[in-house]
């Protein structure tokens, strides 16, 4: 009896034993269906990201084609430590001002000239003939006038008092109409040349006490004699007088 019941123990332990070590296999042995899924889950994961990057990537190039190509943008801006030229900037101005560089040029080249007078240096004062035909048959007697208006061709005029001399002097010689008619006036700085025609004679100055005489000192003088050209035959006289200022 008591065998049997020893054996009957050591029947239950073994098989306790059994159990336990199963139970030990069951718990650690890999799960086949999970085992499947891990395996596939990254294939399907990384296959979803190249997928949907397939996707992405077709419709930006689907979208790029239907907008066309970009306008390129020019940036004419100075980058930064960097400036402008003179040149861009004055084109800059320039075209805030709604000019353009050759009007601007031409309205200053303008100005500049309206202020400062025509240079008359190296221009003769013009003799008639009829004085010239007389130099040359007396050169001694020109030579002291013809050195003069020599001088006078290369002084620049005085604009100011050139101007108002020969108003006063042309003034004068009208004062009796009709009898003396100027053929050439003309003063610079310090220095005036006037001819007269006439056929009642030579011209023969300025009146004392007038304008003309109280400015001007009388240098020389020369006469010439020439035919109407009214064809009536008359002889004209021509007065060359020169004159320095006082």
């Not at 332990?13 to 069951?26: H, I, K, N, T, Y």
């Not at 004419?76 to 101005?93: F, H, W, Y």
Request: charged content about 25%; overall charge neutral.
């Amino acid at each position: 009896m008591a065998l049997r019941n020893a054996t009957w123990l050591l029947v239950l332990v073994s098989l306790g034993a059994l159990l336990a070590a199963f139970l030990r296999m069951s718990d650690g042995a890999p799960d086949p269906v999970r085992r499947h899924s891990d395996r596939a889950a990254p294939a399907v994961q990384s296959a979803g990201v190249r997928s949907g990057d397939s996707v992405s990537g077709q419709s930006s190039a689907r979208r790029q084609q239907m907008s066309g190509p970009r306008p390129a943008v020019l940036d004419n801006s100075p980058k930064s430590g960097e400036t402008l030229s003179a040149d861009a900037q004055r084109a800059q101005q320039e075209a805030a001002d709604h000019r353009s560089p050759d009007s601007q040029s031409s309205v200053a080249v303008a100005a500049e000239n309206a202020e400062q007078p025509v240079s008359v240096v190296g221009n003769p004062f013009p003799v008639s003939e009829a004085i010239e035909v007389g130099c040359r048959r007396d050169p001694a007697d020109c030579e002291k006038i013809l050195g003069l208006l020599e001088r006078m061709a290369q002084e620049p005029r005085d604009p100011a008092w050139a101007g108002d001399m020969e108003g006063k002097m042309r003034a004068e010689v009208s004062t009796e109409p009709g009898k003396y008619a100027i053929r050439a006036l003309e003063c610079r700085k310090t220095m005036c040349a006037l001819e007269t025609e006439s056929i009642f004679g030579i011209f023969r100055g300025f009146d004392y006490g007038s304008p003309s005489y109280r400015a001007l000192w009388e240098f020389d003088r020369q006469f010439g004699y020439e035919r109407s050209q009214n064809g009536d035959g008359n002889r004209v006289t021509v007065t060359l007088r020169t004159y320095t200022r006082r």
